[in-house]
């Protein structure tokens, strides 16, 4: 039969080292940029795994991380599950109190942090008992003054470390190696596991030619940050193929990305939609020279189709869509044209392009509509189910793994059509989704309808309560400055009219200061939905 | 944690039937080409499997093919693992005993057989106790008349098998799937065993980038027999991939393969180098359209760096070298020049592409020399040696197992040397070395060299045995028609002289009529032997 070899984490910077010593990991800081070959990573990476050992780090005991895209960011990324520990990437942008709360809950022994990001462990150092050391990552002379308490220098503390350490060879490819929490609309983030096996699997799947093809001859930058599903995947496949990786740092603008494109000569990228639209405004601005750029990777939330036809009719920079979340590591789907596709009239093919795109290799999907399986016919809407070598199976420790998680397949929570390519369109949120009288309509659509008018700014699309239809839909709408008090509801609704039957058409629109938003600047219907309500049950 | 998603071959064809129904098998056959959808494939493989089952063919059994590249092998490649069971390609080029030997040594309990090879199933037919069913597939109207008993047409059982039968989904990725006897050069072949693990691991890897990058945007061809290593994995990734693939069917020549590749507008295909020089052939003596062609596979051994030239330069056809062997699934290393070797002069990147390459993602090497790992200067010699997902562990009930496998790697038999940039390049076999006091002569470099020669048709470089230096080479060479008699032993050796170091020289030229050859055309070393001692006794 054959070896039983285990799909581990550690053969991946292995074959970095030997295969690829003179490549490079190109980091940028805030005053100018760094250069590391694999060779020096590899060493360095050995080092800080020698040094969390000797920390007290044991197999299967979590160390944290509250950084930027960087090197020593990139070190920990193998150092840790190098170690059979596991990698917890901190999402910043959490509140503290939510810090506190997934540091806690996977009893984080180690932190690694940036020293900009000091201040968020200042905030929340009495609530954070498991923590025994904090290791600060700068690039500044020395760590900034702080009250924390078992406070290492990165750098410092490296130097005791040895660059000869052998990464653990005791890992079952199921043993868990990284950790990464989602946000959940109510409650607590919840955890999701990788495995070696998972991070391994789905690392190939990134350089398959028929999703990111992620290469050796690619020089990648991973912008969406690594505390987002380990930047979707790309420091390990790139590191595992000898991918070149520019790293965009701290506190970066659409300026500093683009002029790293153009400088680095980048020839993939990734990150999400107001990413991307950012960079465009910049390349709208000013001349750069993207001639290397092979594709631009989205995710995250959907890209306008306007995004995507600029970039790539005007700007002759190849777009893709791709789809995923913390559950699934992140990559599932990718917009990537099958041949017969490629072959149609631009408008055809910017259609399937703006939808989320096909399942890749490795993973299957179901999608339920309201009466079973839905048809492919790019109409009838369901909820999107997952299975796959690199979906979660449950969220860590939490009751709401039962949500998600039944019948062996991962219920996304997102609802989609699905067309006779087999390509899927995100159209909303099951929850955000308005169930009327038996229909589905959703909320997406007629929000995207509604953004389109020339005078309303933002729009979302709720739902309320109805005695005969169960729910309606009801419009929230914020006017252009220039437009304020000059649009009437009957105008909206005229204006929606031609594009949608007669029972989508939202019962009431409200005209409103502003929409409610979450923290990464989504809209928040829960509170929307609240305020609605009240405004109502004022009326009556 | 992450689900437990097994890897197992039925997946593979159930995504080619859900995403890519319309993508098509192109299967040649004696008077034409036959089309078919995934979509057709799919129910017809179910069909199949159906139809083993109705057979008796029990998890774990083993089910023989005879046959070349056609759709109905296809068929079988999905419809015998998507039962559980083991696909057992046997070389049609074996000799009857040896097919015999491997067809009670499989126990195959159904053999599904080419029309032309019944001829090989009439003469061992006494001898094959455990087959209990014969499946006949021919394009003719009728089966060829036989003497064999429980003879079935293919198309005819076919009709009796359900198009939704249920692949089974009792599968663990470690069970085995598939089965390949690969020639020893004593005693009879050795069985090597793959797993759906090894075999899904093996595919993804075929689509990865930097290694042969097979996509749904690829038509490919399939040279290599699929009795030979699962036609190197191709049928497996295209499928899955949803590639279209074309068959070149039974007793195809030069011609037939150019006008398929030219017709059907191939982009990847891959053979061996007699194949491809046969193709090269025909291209310098017709017009060929290949533009399609992205890659011309080459494997199975290495193919003269001339050819690789002239495909690339004359003809602008990409040719990259893979190695491998029945023990590695096969593909372990590709000649895909990474991007600094990219930007070389010619000269330097044909040495470099004239290797067998790098190591691909998911395999680890050792080359062990006289004292342990050798330097990757390109010059030491050494033994490779292997690991892998999808590596051997053994032979199937085989005693010599341990000459191959032990300390955790596959011990492959190729003396190689590795260079700075990692790429490998086979230099001989460790049987075939010449140990001449404690250093190592590669007969092969010998040989190459001999063969430079004007006057020189073919050589081969033997041990013989020494008093003081244990061994030392004897050349033995046929010259060409018009040079018989007209080249003297020190002529042969002036002309290698500047070439390499004293001791590496021959002690003895002696002139043949022809060198025994095995019946794939390899030189017979042991045979050559045995001559040459007998020789030299005689003369004592």
């Not at 090197?71 to 170690?83: D, K, N, Q, S, T």
């Not at 899927?424 to 909320?443: A, H, P, Q």
Request: aromatic share 10%.
């Amino acid at each position: 039969m054959m070896m039983n070899v285990q799909l581990t984490i550690p053969t991946m910077m292995e074959r970095a080292e030997k295969f690829f010593p003179k490549k490079q990991v190109i980091s940028r800081y805030s005053n100018g940029i760094k250069r590391f070959t694999y060779k020096e990573i590899g060493k360095r990476t050995r080092q800080l795994a020698n040094v969390l050992e000797n920390l007290g780090v044991k197999k299967g005991e979590a160390v944290g991380t509250l950084a930027w895209n960087h090197h020593r960011h990139l070190e920990a990324y193998f150092a840790i599950p190098g170690i059979s520990a596991l990698l917890h990437t901190i999402n910043i942008r959490l509140d503290p109190q939510q810090i506190a709360y997934i540091i806690n809950h996977a009893k984080d022994k180690v932190l690694l942090v940036d020293d900009c990001f000091l201040p968020i462990l200042d905030a929340i150092k009495y609530h954070i008992p498991t923590v025994e050391a904090i290791i600060v990552m700068t690039d500044e002379e020395s760590v900034p003054a702080t009250t924390l308490t078992n406070v290492y220098e990165y750098e410092a503390l490296l130097k005791t470390g040895s660059e000869t350490y052998l990464f653990s060879t005791d890992i079952n490819e199921n043993d868990p190696a990284g950790l990464c929490y989602t946000s959940a609309t109510t409650g607590n983030p919840k955890g999701v596991v990788y495995t070696h096996r998972s991070i391994y699997l789905h690392s190939m799947a990134l350089g398959l030619a028929d999703t990111c093809a992620v290469s050796e001859q690619d020089i990648a930058m991973p912008i969406v940050p690594m505390f987002h599903v380990n930047a979707w995947g790309f420091p390990f496949a790139c590191t595992w193929f000898g991918t070149n990786v520019v790293m965009p740092g701290p506190f970066f603008t659409p300026k500093i990305l683009a002029e790293l494109i153009e400088s680095e000569k980048v020839t993939i990228a990734a990150g999400v939609p107001t990413i991307w639209m950012g960079v465009l405004k910049e390349m709208e601005e000013r001349e750069y020279d993207f001639s290397n750029v092979r594709s631009f990777i989205s995710g995250g939330s959907a890209a306008p189709r306007g995004i995507i036809e600029k970039y790539e009719k005007k700007f002759g920079v190849p777009f893709v869509q791709a789809y995923g979340m913390t559950e699934t590591s992140p990559l599932v789907m990718a917009s990537v044209l099958k041949s017969n596709q490629q072959a149609l009239p631009d408008d055809e093919r910017y259609e399937y392009k703006a939808k989320q795109g096909m399942i890749i290799p490795g993973v299957d999907m179901k999608v339920i509509g309201v009466e079973g399986e839905v048809k492919w016919d790019g109409k009838e809407m369901g909820e999107l189910l997952l299975r796959g070598p690199w979906i979660a199976s449950e969220y860590l420790n939490d009751e709401r793994t039962t949500d998600a998680f039944h019948d062996g397949w991962l219920h996304t929570g997102d609802v989609v059509t699905v067309d006779e390519e087999g390509f899927v369109k995100i159209v909303d949120r099951t929850k955000d989704l308005i169930k009327s009288g038996g229909e589905w309509i959703s909320s997406v659509d007629l929000e995207n309808a509604l953004m389109a008018h020339e005078g309303i700014f933002e729009a979302s699309v709720i739902a309320v309560p109805h005695e005969k239809w169960q729910e309606r839909p009801v419009a929230c709408v914020v006017l252009k400055d220039a437009y304020k008090d000059q649009v009437t509801k009957e105008e909206v609704l005229a204006f929606l009219a031609p594009q949608f039957a007669k029972w989508w058409l939202p019962d009431d629109v409200l005209f409103m200061e502003e929409i409610p938003k979450t923290s990464v600047g989504k809209f928040l219907k829960r509170k929307l939905r609240e305020q609605v309500l009240e405004q109502y049950q004022s009326n009556l």
